[in-house]
């Protein structure tokens, strides 16, 4: 994959500026982290941040949040010890059965996962099971493409947080279903494409359960001034390992107790 140029160092503005730019022409560019000037990870989300509130001036709508980063084997590859978080807005979304244009994406994978739709807001210091259970309304089956502004994947994890943590977009199931109603860590998953099974799982592999990434987000959002409020998706992570896409293809997610979303790329 060519890459975009980019300067020999990198303020937090410039980074910002040249991930949107990355976006807007689909073009991907070298990996930020030997750039910056600061690669903490203060730093990385202060570069997501920067466009977060560029992209709310600018009309888009925060619609909820992802968490990524919540396979044990992942954090290790990239050398930290807890997930991370990106910004979910209005026009990531995608219907249940759609198709995504070409071209919308630069090097999309899809990745299954467990939304929760909230019905109270989440503003305490340190939250519990409770409070997540009592402030989840629903929860659906969901599809995360996640893409990357990064040439070839090549991330660690200050690239992938000022990246948003690679979010692209979001297909959410249509059958709300309660958290009583489902086992949120024997609840297994299988993803196809066309037909073919190219990613199991279950909640286990999200944390132990996919509550334990919630929390975590709640009590993060509230340090960072961001907290979670009636009415936002929670995507709390995936299930199983993710796919690469291709034009053309179909995924279908199922997960049990859940039911099934699907996407079809063009």
Request: proline share 5%.
């Amino acid at each position: 994959m060519t890459q975009a140029p980019l300067p020999a160092a990198l303020d937090p503005q410039g980074a910002a500026s040249a991930l949107r730019l990355a976006a807007e022409q689909l073009q991907a560019i070298a990996p930020l982290r030997d750039r910056l000037q600061d690669a903490s990870p203060e730093a990385a989300y202060a570069i997501q941040e920067a466009n977060t509130s560029l992209w709310l001036e600018q009309g888009r709508r925060l619609a909820g949040r992802k968490i990524g980063l919540t396979s044990l084997a992942v954090q290790a590859q990239l050398g930290v010890d807890q997930p991370d978080f990106g910004m979910l807005f209005d026009d990531m979304s995608v219907g249940d059965g759609e198709t995504i244009a070409a071209g919308r994406l630069i090097q999309p994978k899809a990745e299954a996962e467990v939304a929760l739709v909230l019905g109270r807001d989440l503003s305490h210091e340190r939250h519990t099971y409770a409070d997540l259970i009592r402030a989840t309304e629903y929860c659906l089956p969901a599809i995360e493409v996640v893409d990357s502004r990064i040439a070839d994947w090549n991330i660690r994890f200050v690239d992938t947080v000022a990246d948003n943590a690679s979010s692209g977009l979001f297909v959410l199931g249509s059958r709300p279903v309660l958290l009583r109603d489902i086992d949120l860590t024997d609840c297994a998953m299988e993803m196809h494409c066309d037909g073919v099974p190219v990613s199991r799982g279950n909640g286990r592999a999200c944390l132990g359960n996919p509550l334990n990434a919630a929390v975590w987000l709640a009590n993060t959002m509230v340090r960072c001034g961001r907290p979670l409020q009636a009415g936002d998706i929670v995507l709390t992570g995936a299930l199983g390992p993710m796919a690469v896409v291709r034009g053309g293809q179909h995924f279908s997610v199922h997960i049990a107790g859940m039911g099934h979303v699907s996407v079809s790329f063009e």
